[in-house]
């Protein structure tokens, strides 16, 4: 039969902790009283369902949630009851004898929701299996124990200002950690604690929402909102929790510029230029950002003309600058309206505008000392080449606008007329040519005048005048190149040889028309044709050229057509050269062909050897000589004497101061008699010296003692058989001067002068001399 287990349920007080035991196999056999084999039919022994236990229950002893029994256990004792898996032995625990089991302390869901566990039933003594183990489940049962939390929270969120209502704002979310499939533990409702009547949250889903129209930020920019979740679905006794969320109002262009002041008053000084900064307007908008960005203008055009307005770089301030030179002498203030507008404007807010306002903008221009004013902002003048210094070119004109009547100097700048090619005229500004202007060497001349007040030289302005250096025909035409052609000695009658183009560097009328024109007449080698363009088609005749070494020469005459027409004379070469099928070039006659009387290359490298062999030994007899004058310009230095002789021969030592008599340096008066006695020189054969002859008696003669003395020395044997220098420092005797030589003068030093003798009586050589030293008083009237 059935063996039964019987399920043990223990009812505690609001626990409803229930388990049910099903019944264990058994055998059984065949049909009752069949013959055979009996049947066997095995069973599961355990059929468990889940067990439950409330969380966090807290008693004072463990309790009881079930019982496990086995149709096995017949009360004997012999039977006992195991418990492993989750817990088994520490939160849960089975009586081994009766199979009761216990809680031992208290569980939380959020922690572990379910235990599983494992039950069998033994054999005490044996500890044999009596029934196959069993797995049931122990599941921990939810109460609400855990209030709703925000996770991502607080919140931050913005919302453009002046939104509709209902508009979302952000949608926040509230996580309750208790059971959600049991009860209402965890069905949240959300509320607004704080924000209202601003902001409105949905209950269920906890999106927040605007809940008025209109919201201003330049009223209140930032809203703090508080909101509420509650489990039990908002019901007494659930557990709530709260979050904040923060909503800024973002800007939208819902404001129009509006300036503080209807009227703005500015002063500017006369001398300011283009782009000084007049003054500051700015237009209030409260808004932010590109929101709050501005355009400037000038409504009037009386003031546009003077004045130009813009936007500063950060789109806030309009800047009010000066466009044109002002002039206190002319308009002393300016009145004008400006106009500020936003430049983004959303179309959905035009109906709180117009997004612009206009203000009255005053500016008064303040007198200041102004530098000179030239009548024009710039000068060109003209003036023809070649024209003499003095010719007028043009004249400027300044004049002082503090004082119309003060006067001005004008100057031209030096480094803006390096050259001086012009002069001004200091008083009126009249400009002259200081030197005659070529146009083919400079077109253009840029003079910079300086204008100054008479009585102020710091007030000075300048002014460009440009000059135009105009054309005359003064140049005659020329080739445009060097012309060195060939032809073909077979090439046919007419044939293009060159085109040779000419060029004029003037440019008035017809001069830069050129015209050609070659040799003319029936024997000419060669044929120009004028092509009326400046160039001409050098040709070959009907007739050929007549062959020859030496290339031709073509003369060509050019001529211009100006007024007066110049002509020049060019000469084309042409070669007459051998060619090629092709038409290039093998080889020129005169390259070809040498001259029969013509010398080889080895004779004219032999010739040139030489004539570097004798170049070199001139330079080396030219070396040598030098060398030997200056050895003996030494001697000369050291020498004191006033006679010096030189020569080759090499001397005996002190026996050569023998050689020459000093006496010819004395004055023949003061010189001592020859000393007897065979001469001296032991180079030379020993010739008696011949007499000196006496000087002639009377008024000594320069030119008769020279000739004297030159006789007596060419007849003398005993002096050197070659030239020699002598130097005379006598002047003659007589003179009331005396000698001016210091040879032999000694004794006169000191002693009475001379006679006095008459300049005029030492011949026509010293009249000079006479004039100046012997010239007689001319007698008194």
Known sequence: MWGLVRLLLAWLGGWGCMGRLAAPARAWAGSRGAPGPALLRTRRSWVWNQFFVIEEYAGPEPVLIGKLHSDVDRGEGRTKYLLTGEGAGTVFVIDEATGNIHVTKSLDREEKAQYVLLAQAVDRASNRPLEPPSEFIIKVQDINDNPPIFPLGPYHATVPEMSNVGTSVIQVTAHDADDPSYGNSAKLVYTVL??????????????????????????QEEFLVVIQAKDMGGHMGGLSGSTTVTVTLSDVNDNPPKFP??????????????GTLVGRLRAQDPDLGDNALMAYSILDGEGSEAFSISTDSQGRDGLLTVRKPLDFETRRSYSFRVEATNTLIDPAYLRRGPFKDVASVSVTVQDAPEPPAFTQAAYHLTVSENKAPGTLVGQVSAADLDSPASPIRYSIVPHSDPERCFSIEPEDGTIRTAAPLDREARVWHNLTVLATELDSSAQASRVQVAIQTLDENDNAPQLAEPYDTFVCDSAAPGQLIQVIRALDRDEVGNSSRVSLQGPLGPDANFTIRDNRDGSASLLLPSRPAPPRQAPYLVPIELWDWGQPALSSTATVTVSVCRCRPDGSVASCRPEAQLSPTGLSTGALLAIITCVGTLLALVVLFVALRRQKQEALMVLEEEDVRENIITYDDEGGGEEDTEAFDISALQNPDGAAPPAPGPATRRDVLPWARAPRQPRPPGPADVAQLLALRLREADDDPSVPPYDSVQVYGYEGRGSSCGSLSSLGSGSEIGGAPGPTEPLDDWGPLFRTLAELYGAKEPPAP
Do not use: C
């Open 194 to 219: 704080d924000g209202l009547p601003f902001f409105s949250v949905d209950p269920q889903t906890g999106v927040v929402r605007t809940a008025i129209p209109n919201m201003d930020r330049e009223t």
């Open 261 to 274: 002041q209807s009227l703005y008053q500015f002063s500017v000084v006369e001398t300011a230029g283009p």
